[in-house]
């Protein structure tokens, strides 16, 4: 980062109102942090160019997920601050404008650039090998936000039931997710599965809201309830260990999420609550509180394009004829500190080039029936967004297509709806009374 940079956020960090939560922000910044390091390790390529997974080389690894599996603790921060976002700007055209500009911005620069590179590399012949395998993978991370997407686009509703029922709003979305389950493994309802995409994730997103209302007072008990639960759940019923998907398994507790996976993250939950009191004094420290400001400046830039980044240290790697030893051996764990540390400098140099379109926008009046222009246009971004996530960017001119739920979506009829979403939302957004 240059000088600019670092004023910026040392005059962000200063002008920090003294009823700011400041530790939500450290655990935005530091969930986000984990699932880079984790897809950075995870990621096993072989000396053919195929992409392994740790996990499946080291399964008694898996163990490790029930910690540091923390898009539970990112999705839960999110709650709390789109509650107290949607209250300071209720109309819903300005609120979904306000919260995505930060969001679907770097997004869509990332899919535009991704999807050029993937036209050159495919026109050219370019596109097997590992250069092939990262075409698809790096669109994966993709889901993220598209599940963001939509809790932003739910949070006016969900924040009326929770205004009203409290914790009986929560309880109806985690009976849901029971409900799912059952369907699923007891019935052998076909795709009831996929109704715990909302269920499961929006009941930890719903978490987010009792806390900013103060309502979570035994962090405790809820992490005891929610570790107690994930245990039984996994040593008596169908769920496996892993709190992230891999490949192969018959059942993922990531996708689509389980009731597994909820209580995973009422165990994390609970947990960073108990934490907060030492996580609330560490983030008062000046040089932490700059630190965690200026991080959040370019958290999703960062998020998006740090498979590049790795992919490509391994890429060049390959290029330049190094040994690559096999996963989980020696010489593999030996490699993995100058391996991280380049593909922190990649992203680091990407975040440089990428950051300005993740800088904050100034609010703009919105017109009468904006609304309804923003809610078609999340409708599409998220669809785009997670059908990529599924196609990657493999086979754009042959129309590479994949399954979104149960409906065939091509990669690029991906691009175009995520592109449209983000129009439609910006125009909701910025066109004057």
Not at 214 to 241: D, E, F, K, Q, W
Request: with cysteine; aromatic share 8%; glycine share 12%.
């Amino acid at each position: 980062m240059g000088s600019r940079t670092r004023t910026s956020a040392r005059e962000l960090a200063a002008a920090t109102p003294a009823t700011r939560d400041r530790y939500v922000d450290l655990l935005r910044v530091a969930s986000l942090a984990v699932v880079v390091l984790g897809h950075w390790l995870m990621a096993a390529v072989t000396a053919d160019g195929q992409v392994g997974n740790l996990l499946a080389a080291v399964p008694e690894l898996q163990a490790v997920t029930w910690v540091f599996q923390v898009m539970p603790v990112f999705f839960f921060v999110g709650g709390f601050s789109h509650a107290l976002a949607h209250r300071s700007r209720p109309r819903y055209a300005a609120f979904l404008r306000a919260r995505l500009q930060r969001l679907l911005r770097p997004t869509m620069v990332f899919v535009g650039v991704w999807g050029a590179a993937a036209l050159v590399l495919q026109l050219s012949g370019a596109d097997g090998g590992l250069t092939g395998v990262a075409l698809r993978l790096v669109a994966q991370p993709l889901w993220f936000i598209g599940i963001y997407l939509a809790m932003v686009a739910f949070t006016p509703p969900l924040l009326r039931l929770h205004e009203r029922w409290g914790w009986g709003a929560f309880a109806a979305l985690a009976g849901g997710a029971v409900a799912v389950d059952v369907l699923r493994f007891a019935v052998g309802v076909p795709y009831v599965e996929f109704l715990n995409f909302a269920c499961v994730w929006l009941a930890v997103h719903q978490l987010g809201f009792l806390r900013a209302d103060g309502m979570i007072r035994r962090p405790a008990l809820l992490a005891g309830a929610g570790l107690v639960g994930a245990t039984a759940l996994v040593a008596l019923g169908p769920y496996p260990l892993s709190m992230v998907g891999m490949p192969g398994e018959k059942v993922s507790n990531m996708a689509p999420p389980t009731l597994a996976l909820l209580c995973h993250g009422l165990w994390l939950v609970g947990a960073v609550e108990l934490l907060r009191g030492p996580g609330g004094r560490l983030v008062a420290r000046a040089g932490v509180w700059r630190a965690v400001v200026a991080a959040n400046g370019i958290a999703m830039t960062a998020f998006l394009w740090h498979l590049t980044a790795m992919l490509g240290v391994y890429g060049a790697l390959l290029g330049i004829g190094a040994e690559l030893p096999a996963p989980a051996s020696g010489a593999w764990w030996a490699q993995v500190p100058p391996r991280f540390a380049a593909a922190g400098l990649l992203t680091a140099l990407l975040v440089a080039v990428f950051r300005r379109f993740e800088a904050p926008v100034p609010p703009a009046p919105v017109r009468d029936g904006g609304d309804g222009l923003a809610a078609l246009g999340i409708a599409l971004a998220l669809s785009g967004v997670l059908g990529l996530s599924l196609t990657g960017f493999a086979g754009l001119l042959e129309g590479h297509a994949a399954t979104l739920i149960a409906v065939p979506v091509t990669a690029p009829v991906a691009v175009g709806l995520a592109l449209a979403g983000w129009l439609l939302v910006e125009r909701a957004g910025r066109v004057g009374r």
